[in-house]
């Protein structure tokens, strides 16, 4: 059974408007999560990342919010962009280590001229 | 130019033919790993290492082996593939210490198995 989901397997918004990725976990040992961004042909990047101690993360057009009573978190990209296009995976994490990571299973993010 | 290469990125072969997919990363990371891409099931762990002569399963570390003689390269064998494994493969690489959860991902390499 999946640990980490995400329901959406894909969304498609307008350039300018804000993109929202959702993302929900069952394990309550998770105590840091991140997200990657993947173009194709190329590996996924590393995006912006949250620990349990906090409820919100921000870096520049990207805000990370975390809900752990329903162990929900969520990616908001504000506004978005044509090149924000590209498969966005949630990870989660038991503690600080690489080898603790898993993965969601990815939405793909298409946005609008 | 800090990477992870991986080689080959695409590669057709046949049920039972033996293939290494080679990574090596130049970043001088302690911890490299391997994923496996496919579709609605995210990026799902084969094996990783921690540091040299130590490796671990992942999740899915049927039909795989790896090793780590050398801190810059941990291969990925399959000894007898079959079509199951046909899949988009990832090696990752990050420093233990201080870990910002940031891994370092190659760029893929694609494996079909017919």
């Known amino acids: 059974d999946q640990q980490v989901k995400q329901n959406s397997p894909s969304l498609s918004v307008q350039e300018g408007r804000i993109s929202i990725l959702n993302c929900d976990y069952t394990?309550?040992?998770?105590?840091?999560f991140l997200w990657y961004k993947k173009y194709p042909a190329e590996g996924p990047t590393f995006l912006i990342s949250i620990s349990s101690i906090k409820d919100k993360n921000e870096d520049g057009r990207f805000t990370v919010f975390l809900n752990k009573s329903a162990k929900h978190l969520s990616l908001h990209i504000v506004p978005s962009q044509p090149g924000d296009s590209a498969v966005y995976f949630c990870a989660a994490s038991e503690g600080a280590a690489g080898n603790m990571l898993t993965f969601g299973g990815g939405t793909r993010l298409m946005v609008k001229p | 130019e800090a990477q992870v290469t991986q080689n080959p990125r695409y590669l057709i072969t046949v049920t039972g033919k033996k293939l290494t997919v080679t990574c090596s990363q130049n970043m001088n990371h302690e911890y490299m790993s391997w994923y496996r891409q496919d579709p609605g099931l995210g990026l799902r762990q084969i094996y990783y290492s921690m540091n040299v002569e130590v490796t671990d399963k992942g999740d899915v570390p049927e039909g795989y082996k790896v090793s780590r003689k050398e801190k810059r390269n941990f291969p990925l064998i399959l000894e007898s593939p079959s079509p199951n494994q046909t899949s988009l493969y990832f090696c990752?690489?990050?420093?233990?210490?201080?870990?910002?959860?940031?891994?370092?991902f190659g760029e893929g390499s694609r494996l079909t198995v017919l």
């Open positions: 394990n309550s040992m998770f105590d840091y």
């Open positions: 990752a690489s990050s420093f233990v210490g201080m870990w910002t959860g940031e891994l370092f």
